[in-house]
T-cell receptor, first 112, second 116 residues
């Protein structure tokens, strides 16, 4: 059974810092991994999708990496801004039905 | 393109009452998902449709939850009777099956249910 873990559960950093969010998964047989952002009371917004054959994806100040063999992904946020404050979730697609399994998320706070 | 639409956004009911949530996926998206997200947790898959057929409903509490996707477009999720532990946000998501980016999931704003 695929399990996804995100550590830490919460992170608070000053504005302007570069930071890394971590995601680990137990079964390396995945189709892809997706990072989402969730603002309070809102749905999930897709940030980056990494296919199993890829090592990383970049979008603006965001860079996501994937190491299938070690079961890890990281989301790197450069030059953090208060507007980046949100909960960040990673999810892996695996299994015959290509089920998307989520981690519990990291709640990020960027302090001005 | 228009996003995933869900309604109602908020619903408050008493335990043992029934409730229904509606989802309209992005046009052309064959796969539709319903997730349950309890406060402080990641979303948990309840049911996955491919067109109007069920692909995975292994985590759907079938004694009280039901879902359908008529004509392979809109979907409805029903809870009857509701329990206190059903208080959560119910998220609908859709995914294009064929095309340049077939894996990406798009979510609606969610329907927040409070059971008193």
């Amino acid at each position: 059974k695929q399990e996804v873990t995100q550590i830490p559960a919460a992170l608070s950093v000053p504005e302007g810092e570069n930071l890394v969010l971590n995601c680990s998964f137990t079964d390396s047989a995945i189709y892809n991994l997706q990072w989402f952002r969730q603002d309070p009371g809102k749905g999930l917004t897709s940030l980056l999708l990494i296919q199993s054959s890829q090592r990383e994806q970049t979008s603006g100040r965001l860079n996501a990496s994937l190491d299938k063999s070690s079961g890890r992904s990281t989301l790197y946020i450069a030059a953090s801004q208060p507007g980046d404050s949100a909960t960040y979730l990673c999810a892996v697609r695996a299994g015959g039905a290509q089920k998307l399994v989520f981690g519990q998320g990291t709640r990020l706070t960027i302090n001005p | 393109e228009a996003g995933v639409a869900q309604s109602p956004r908020y619903k408050i009911i008493e335990k043992r009452q029934s409730v229904a949530f509606w989802c309209n996926p992005i046009s052309g998206h064959a796969t539709l998902y319903w997730y349950q997200q309890i406060l402080g947790q990641g979303p948990k898959l309840l049911i996955q449709f491919q067109n109007n057929g069920v692909v995975d409903d292994s985590q759907l509490p079938k004694d009280r939850f039901s879902a359908e996707r008529l004509k392979g477009v809109d979907s409805t999720l029903k809870i009857q009777p509701a329990k206190l532990e059903d208080s959560a946000v119910y998220l609908c998501a859709s995914r294009r099956v064929r095309g340049p980016v077939t894996g990406e999931l798009f979510f609606g704003e969610g329907s927040r249910l409070t059971v008193l």
